[in-house]
């Protein structure tokens, strides 16, 4: 159950974000995956497409970047890194 409430985090933050822009639905995702984080990109992306179902983000495609980086300060962490708003 780990993977659900990082999802409805990561689903909070988009949701206010698309709030503050007045934005009724969101383009794309981007994540940025610590290289200590412990969830595959593809673990991600399924929790992810499953989450997104009746929200402002759903059909939004997801950009993962993954970092390599183990001694970067957010090694252990997942980070949204942007949202894109339709025009």
Known sequence: MHEFSLMADLLRKIEQL????????????TVKLGALCHIT????????????V?????????DIELSEDRD?????DILLGSIEIPA
């Open 18 to 29: 698309a709030r503050d822009a007045k934005a009724e639905r969101v383009a794309a995702v």
């Open 54 to 62: 009746g929200t402002v983000a759903e059909g939004a495609t997801l």
């Open 41 to 52: 990109p593809d673990h991600f992306r399924e929790h992810f497409e499953a989450a997104i």
């Open 72 to 76: 970067d300060p957010n090694a252990q």
